[in-house]
Protein backbone atom coordinates (compact mmCIF):
# COMPACT_ATOMS: atom_id res chain seq x y z
CA UNK A 1 0.00 0.00 0.00
CA UNK A 2 1.05 3.56 -0.40
CA UNK A 3 -0.17 5.66 1.90
CA UNK A 4 -0.83 9.66 1.78
CA UNK A 5 -1.80 12.10 4.11
CA UNK A 6 -3.39 15.20 2.06
CA UNK A 7 -6.37 18.14 2.16
CA UNK A 8 -5.99 19.05 5.99
CA UNK A 9 -4.94 15.25 7.75
CA UNK A 10 -7.11 12.95 5.09
CA UNK A 11 -5.77 10.01 4.52
CA UNK A 12 -5.65 8.23 1.33
CA UNK A 13 -4.69 5.57 -0.97
CA UNK A 14 -2.59 6.20 -4.17
CA UNK A 15 -2.86 4.33 -6.48
CA UNK A 16 -1.54 4.25 -10.73
CA UNK A 17 -1.78 8.29 -10.19
CA UNK A 18 -4.39 8.81 -7.99
CA UNK A 19 -5.65 9.48 -4.55
CA UNK A 20 -8.55 7.32 -2.89
CA UNK A 21 -9.80 9.18 0.46
CA UNK A 22 -9.93 6.13 3.07
CA UNK A 23 -10.44 9.05 6.05
CA UNK A 24 -14.52 8.08 6.45
CA UNK A 25 -14.11 4.36 7.54
CA UNK A 26 -11.05 5.69 9.95
CA UNK A 27 -13.22 5.44 13.46
CA UNK A 28 -11.83 8.56 15.19
CA UNK A 29 -10.37 10.19 12.30
CA UNK A 30 -9.39 13.69 13.23
CA UNK A 31 -7.12 16.21 11.25
CA UNK A 32 -4.74 17.27 13.37
CA UNK A 33 -1.03 16.09 13.25
CA UNK A 34 -0.41 13.34 15.71
CA UNK A 35 -3.64 11.29 14.50
CA UNK A 36 -1.54 9.66 12.43
CA UNK A 37 0.53 8.30 14.78
CA UNK A 38 -2.33 6.49 16.31
CA UNK A 39 -3.35 5.27 12.86
CA UNK A 40 -0.34 3.65 12.11
CA UNK A 41 -0.07 2.08 15.88
CA UNK A 42 -3.42 0.50 14.52
CA UNK A 43 -2.40 -0.21 11.23
CA UNK A 44 -2.24 -3.47 10.92
CA UNK A 45 -5.64 -4.54 12.29
CA UNK A 46 -7.29 -1.86 10.33
CA UNK A 47 -5.85 -3.07 6.92
CA UNK A 48 -8.60 -5.33 6.16
CA UNK A 49 -11.40 -2.81 6.66
CA UNK A 50 -9.08 0.09 4.52
CA UNK A 51 -8.40 -2.22 1.83
CA UNK A 52 -12.20 -3.60 1.40
CA UNK A 53 -13.20 0.23 1.39
CA UNK A 54 -10.29 1.43 -0.63
CA UNK A 55 -11.54 -0.76 -3.42
CA UNK A 56 -15.42 1.27 -3.17
CA UNK A 57 -13.90 4.94 -3.27
CA UNK A 58 -14.01 7.16 -6.52
CA UNK A 59 -10.33 7.68 -7.08
CA UNK A 60 -9.25 11.73 -7.71
CA UNK A 61 -6.21 12.60 -9.49
CA UNK A 62 -3.12 13.54 -7.61
CA UNK A 63 -3.03 17.08 -9.05
CA UNK A 64 -6.36 17.82 -7.56
CA UNK A 65 -5.43 17.27 -3.64
CA UNK A 66 -2.73 18.73 -1.74
CA UNK A 67 -0.32 16.30 -0.61
CA UNK A 68 0.73 16.98 3.14
CA UNK A 69 3.78 15.02 4.81
CA UNK A 70 2.60 11.41 5.56
CA UNK A 71 3.87 11.55 8.86
CA UNK A 72 3.65 15.05 10.11
CA UNK A 73 4.73 14.75 13.99
CA UNK A 74 6.36 11.92 14.92
CA UNK A 75 6.89 11.60 18.30
CA UNK A 76 10.66 10.68 17.32
CA UNK A 77 12.70 12.19 14.10
CA UNK A 78 15.76 9.87 14.70
CA UNK A 79 18.65 11.01 11.92
CA UNK A 80 21.92 8.54 10.53
CA UNK A 81 25.13 11.06 10.48
CA UNK A 82 27.76 10.26 8.04
CA UNK A 83 26.48 6.82 6.54
CA UNK A 84 28.11 6.11 3.40
CA UNK A 85 31.32 6.23 2.49
CA UNK A 86 31.60 8.42 -0.51
CA UNK A 87 29.69 11.34 1.82
CA UNK A 88 31.91 11.08 4.47
CA UNK A 89 34.97 11.12 1.92
CA UNK A 90 33.66 14.00 0.54
CA UNK A 91 32.44 15.90 3.43
CA UNK A 92 36.50 15.46 4.87
CA UNK A 93 37.80 19.19 5.87
CA UNK A 94 38.51 20.98 9.09
CA UNK A 95 34.58 21.03 10.09
CA UNK A 96 34.50 17.31 10.31
CA UNK A 97 37.59 15.84 10.70
CA UNK A 98 37.23 12.74 13.20
CA UNK A 99 33.64 12.94 12.74
CA UNK A 100 33.25 9.31 12.77
CA UNK A 101 30.19 7.47 10.97
CA UNK A 102 26.89 6.30 11.66
CA UNK A 103 28.37 2.89 13.16
CA UNK A 104 30.33 4.82 15.85
CA UNK A 105 28.32 7.76 16.10
CA UNK A 106 25.00 6.27 16.38
CA UNK A 107 21.75 8.34 15.87
CA UNK A 108 21.39 12.53 15.82
CA UNK A 109 17.86 14.13 16.42
CA UNK A 110 15.81 16.19 14.55
CA UNK A 111 12.82 18.40 15.81
CA UNK A 112 9.84 17.14 14.68
CA UNK A 113 8.67 20.64 13.99
CA UNK A 114 11.07 20.57 11.28
CA UNK A 115 8.86 18.25 9.25
CA UNK A 116 7.82 19.44 5.84
CA UNK A 117 5.43 18.17 3.29
CA UNK A 118 5.35 17.32 -0.58
CA UNK A 119 3.81 20.12 -1.28
CA UNK A 120 5.73 23.08 0.35
CA UNK A 121 8.65 25.13 -0.28
CA UNK A 122 11.52 24.62 1.48
CA UNK A 123 12.30 27.94 3.74
CA UNK A 124 16.03 29.42 4.02
CA UNK A 125 16.15 31.91 6.89
CA UNK A 126 17.63 35.15 6.07
CA UNK A 127 21.49 34.20 6.96
CA UNK A 128 23.17 35.54 3.84
CA UNK A 129 26.56 34.36 5.05
CA UNK A 130 25.83 30.63 5.84
CA UNK A 131 25.35 27.70 3.38
CA UNK A 132 22.45 25.43 3.07
CA UNK A 133 22.85 21.87 1.88
CA UNK A 134 20.18 19.56 0.65
CA UNK A 135 21.00 15.62 1.36
CA UNK A 136 18.54 13.39 -0.01
CA UNK A 137 17.93 10.81 2.06
CA UNK A 138 15.33 7.50 1.94
CA UNK A 139 13.59 6.96 5.99
CA UNK A 140 12.24 4.79 7.62
CA UNK A 141 8.76 4.74 9.15
CA UNK A 142 8.06 2.76 12.57
CA UNK A 143 4.71 0.50 12.55
CA UNK A 144 4.96 -1.01 15.89
CA UNK A 145 6.86 -0.33 18.88
CA UNK A 146 10.39 -2.08 19.24
CA UNK A 147 12.44 -1.79 22.62
CA UNK A 148 15.75 -3.85 22.32
CA UNK A 149 14.87 -5.56 18.99
CA UNK A 150 17.41 -7.46 17.25
CA UNK A 151 18.44 -6.70 13.37
CA UNK A 152 17.23 -10.19 12.32
CA UNK A 153 13.20 -9.26 13.68
CA UNK A 154 13.25 -5.55 13.61
CA UNK A 155 12.08 -4.96 10.60
CA UNK A 156 8.74 -6.63 11.61
CA UNK A 157 8.12 -3.15 13.24
CA UNK A 158 8.46 -1.14 10.14
CA UNK A 159 5.45 0.24 8.76
CA UNK A 160 7.49 1.04 5.62
CA UNK A 161 9.55 3.81 3.32
CA UNK A 162 9.17 7.13 2.31
CA UNK A 163 11.68 10.40 1.15
CA UNK A 164 13.40 12.58 3.10
CA UNK A 165 15.37 15.93 2.33
CA UNK A 166 17.82 16.12 5.51
CA UNK A 167 18.23 20.17 5.22
CA UNK A 168 20.99 21.71 6.42
CA UNK A 169 23.07 24.72 7.35
CA UNK A 170 26.67 24.22 7.67
CA UNK A 171 29.22 25.34 9.94
CA UNK A 172 31.89 27.95 9.64
CA UNK A 173 35.10 28.08 11.10
CA UNK A 174 33.14 30.92 13.38
CA UNK A 175 30.02 29.52 13.81
CA UNK A 176 29.37 26.13 15.24
CA UNK A 177 26.24 25.80 16.75
CA UNK A 178 24.71 22.19 17.40
CA UNK A 179 23.82 20.05 14.58
CA UNK A 180 20.47 19.47 15.80
CA UNK A 181 19.82 23.34 15.77
CA UNK A 182 21.27 23.55 12.18
CA UNK A 183 19.18 20.93 10.97
CA UNK A 184 15.76 21.64 12.77
CA UNK A 185 14.92 25.14 10.82
CA UNK A 186 11.09 25.14 10.24
CA UNK A 187 10.74 23.00 6.69
CA UNK A 188 14.17 21.71 6.97
CA UNK A 189 12.86 17.81 6.63
CA UNK A 190 10.62 17.42 3.82
CA UNK A 191 8.88 14.23 3.50
CA UNK A 192 7.26 12.16 1.16
CA UNK A 193 5.40 11.96 -1.32
CA UNK A 194 3.54 8.80 1.19
CA UNK A 195 4.63 6.07 2.51
CA UNK A 196 5.30 2.39 0.43
CA UNK A 197 4.37 -0.29 3.25
CA UNK A 198 7.02 -2.70 3.70
CA UNK A 199 5.16 -5.26 2.28
CA UNK A 200 6.18 -3.72 -1.32
CA UNK A 201 9.58 -3.46 -0.08
CA UNK A 202 10.76 -6.97 1.51
CA UNK A 203 14.50 -5.97 1.29
CA UNK A 204 15.07 -2.16 2.07
CA UNK A 205 18.54 -2.49 0.41
CA UNK A 206 17.64 -2.72 -3.13
CA UNK A 207 16.15 0.81 -2.63
CA UNK A 208 17.76 3.47 -4.57
CA UNK A 209 17.59 7.54 -5.24
CA UNK A 210 18.63 9.51 -7.38
CA UNK A 211 18.58 13.75 -6.72
CA UNK A 212 18.22 16.48 -8.58
CA UNK A 213 19.10 20.07 -7.70
CA UNK A 214 17.69 22.16 -10.75
CA UNK A 215 17.45 19.57 -13.48
CA UNK A 216 21.16 18.34 -12.52
CA UNK A 217 21.05 14.42 -11.81
CA UNK A 218 23.69 15.17 -8.17
CA UNK A 219 23.07 11.97 -5.96
CA UNK A 220 22.59 8.58 -7.78
CA UNK A 221 23.21 5.89 -4.89
CA UNK A 222 21.74 2.49 -3.68
CA UNK A 223 20.97 1.73 0.15
CA UNK A 224 23.29 -1.57 -0.65
CA UNK A 225 26.00 0.86 -0.27
CA UNK A 226 24.94 2.33 3.59
CA UNK A 227 27.73 1.52 6.40
CA UNK A 228 24.84 0.77 8.80
CA UNK A 229 22.16 -0.90 7.14
CA UNK A 230 18.54 -0.49 8.14
CA UNK A 231 18.06 -3.36 10.22
CA UNK A 232 20.54 -2.41 12.32
CA UNK A 233 20.05 1.51 12.39
CA UNK A 234 16.85 0.53 14.12
CA UNK A 235 18.05 -2.25 16.01
CA UNK A 236 20.70 0.02 17.72
CA UNK A 237 18.29 3.16 18.30
CA UNK A 238 15.86 0.50 20.02
CA UNK A 239 18.70 -0.43 22.37
CA UNK A 240 18.84 3.02 23.45
CA UNK A 241 14.96 4.28 23.27
CA UNK A 242 11.51 2.78 22.59
CA UNK A 243 11.18 3.49 18.80
CA UNK A 244 7.20 4.32 18.59
CA UNK A 245 4.73 4.10 15.79
CA UNK A 246 4.64 6.78 13.44
CA UNK A 247 8.60 7.35 13.90
CA UNK A 248 10.94 8.72 11.46
CA UNK A 249 14.47 7.49 10.76
CA UNK A 250 16.38 9.07 8.06
CA UNK A 251 18.91 7.17 7.09
CA UNK A 252 21.82 9.58 5.75
CA UNK A 253 22.68 11.12 2.78
CA UNK A 254 24.98 9.21 -0.50
CA UNK A 255 27.26 11.91 -1.73
CA UNK A 256 26.69 14.46 -3.88
CA UNK A 257 25.05 17.02 -1.40
CA UNK A 258 25.21 20.39 -2.54
CA UNK A 259 24.27 23.87 -1.82
CA UNK A 260 20.90 25.53 -2.47
CA UNK A 261 19.46 28.82 -2.51
CA UNK A 262 16.55 30.86 -2.84
CA UNK A 263 14.22 29.95 -6.40
CA UNK A 264 16.72 26.60 -6.83
CA UNK A 265 14.32 23.22 -7.18
CA UNK A 266 15.15 19.99 -5.56
CA UNK A 267 13.99 16.80 -6.37
CA UNK A 268 14.70 13.35 -5.28
CA UNK A 269 13.15 9.80 -6.98
CA UNK A 270 13.19 6.56 -5.08
CA UNK A 271 11.66 4.30 -7.87
CA UNK A 272 9.66 1.87 -5.29
CA UNK A 273 8.80 4.80 -3.69
CA UNK A 274 8.14 8.02 -5.58
CA UNK A 275 9.00 11.44 -6.43
CA UNK A 276 9.51 14.19 -4.18
CA UNK A 277 10.05 17.43 -5.53
CA UNK A 278 10.42 20.76 -4.12
CA UNK A 279 10.78 24.74 -4.45
CA UNK A 280 13.48 26.68 -2.07
CA UNK A 281 12.34 29.85 -1.29
CA UNK A 282 12.82 32.93 1.22
CA UNK A 283 11.38 32.30 4.70
CA UNK A 284 8.87 35.45 5.41
CA UNK A 285 9.41 35.27 8.93
MN1 LIG B 1 21.71 13.70 6.59
Do not use: C
Not at 151 to 163: M, N, Q
Amino acid sequence: MRIARFDGGRIGLIEEGAIRDISPVLVGWRPDAAYMNDFIAHFDELRPTIATYAASVAPQALEEVRLEAPVPRPTQLLAAPLNFQAHRDEMKGPLTAGAGTAAELGFFVKAAGSIAGPSDDVLLPDLPDRRFDFEGEIAVVVGRAARAVPAERVLDHVLGYTILFDMTMRMTETAREERTMRKSFATFSPLGPWIVTRDEIPDPSRLGLKVWRNGELRQDASLRDLIVDIPNLLARASAVLELQPGDVYTTGSPAGVGQVHVGDEIEADAPLIGRLRLRVAQRPW
